[in-house]
């Protein structure tokens, strides 16, 4: 279906990328969202949260969109993440104000998208994880591709899971959002379907059709009518879940650890391997995680998106983050020395005390936020 191409202002991250790294164009009644850095699996940087908040705004009053998709380029990912890499640069040179406004801005999306007053359909295709979660989970519509693959696995990079899976994954049936939460585990669109995060399932080859049908306007669940969609056999979400809620119901991790070692002494091979996934993760990031599971079923979208943007302040100023990054994505070594190391050296109080309200005003997550306007020197990305 023909479209009108928008021009989306400072949607790069460089001053003349060879190909944009989003695109937004009209296609009949849909606004249609492009994520275009394949080889950096879509990953998002400021300018495209930036860019991606404006359009969301200026298509809410437009009259002639009735409906939001998105989508991400080549194959292998819808979006795996903000741009870690650079958040991590900016951070060791010292240029905090500008890590926080990368979090900022991806949570004031976030909040878009939650709040958004039309349809929002995510077709998400290969991997989807952290930002990517953040700009797909709170839409409306989430359709799985066959080579759907989630995860929020921030423990293993000491940070803690974010974009709202605060308010999200308590909200998953049983204990699936802790599991998910504390071990950063894969699942395929079998288990997301049956635990809510994915809404239906289409084959890749069919997102065009999706698309050309949606942009025809009409009901969204006609969209879907005549197509096949892919196997979606479950996996461990749903084999292993009574042991899942067994032992991810305890009250710390340690005690997590302990009834997973337990099973895992009666024969449980999921037991064994989920225990030792732990064992490598952020001792600090597995506490902070497990409390924002504990609290969030009790908040609401904006209190968690605060509380998680107060989290996200104090580890961009501790030690785990940058180490779990380099440990993780820079130098590939998979060795990480975390601090503290060990569980019983986390100082639970002080992360008690992250939840607080600190001096002084905090931004809201409630979807009032303005996105910031691009320089007046930024040039037009296509």
Partial sequence: MAGERVEPQAASSQAAPIEPEIVFETRGEAGLITLRRPKALNALTLPMVEAMHRQLRAWAGDARVSRI??????????????????????????????????????????????????????LIEGIVMGG??????HGDVRVAAESYSFAMPETGIGFFPDVGATYALPRLPGCTGRYL?????????????????????ARAADFDTLIDRLAGGGAIARAFEGLDAPGT??????????????????????????RLDAAAAEGSAFAEATAATMRTRSPTSLTI??????RGGDLGFAEAMLAEYRLAEQAMRGHDFYEGVRAVIIDKDNRPAWRPAT????????????????????????????????????????
Wanted: with cysteine; hydrophobic share 50%; proline share 6%.
């Fill in 69 to 122: 998709i998105v989508r991400g380029a080549g194959g292998r990912a819808f979006c795996a993440g903000g741009d870690i890499r650079q958040i991590h640069a900016l951070g060791r040179a010292g240029r905090h104000a500008d890590v926080m406004a990368f979090w900022r801005g991806e949570y004031w999306l976030d909040a878009a998208v939650k709040t958004y007053p039309k349809p929002y359909i995510a």
């Fill in 132 to 137: 990517g979660v953040g700009i797909s989970l």
């Fill in 181 to 201: 939460a504390l071990t950063g585990a894969r699942i395929g669109a079998g288990d997301a379907l049956a635990v809510g995060l994915a809404t239906h399932a």
């Fill in 233 to 258: 056999e479950t996996g461990p979400l749903v084999a292993e879940r009574a042991l899942i809620d067994a032992c991810f119901s305890a009250d710390t991790v340690a005690e997590v650890l302990a």
């Fill in 289 to 294: 995680a497990l409390a924002l599971m504990r």
């Fill in 343 to 382: 569980l019983d050296d986390v100082d639970g109080a002080a992360i008690e005390a992250a939840f607080a309200p600190p001096d002084g005003t905090e931004p809201r997550f409630d979807g009032s936020a303005v996105p910031r306007e691009p320089a007046p020197d930024a040039g037009a990305q296509s």
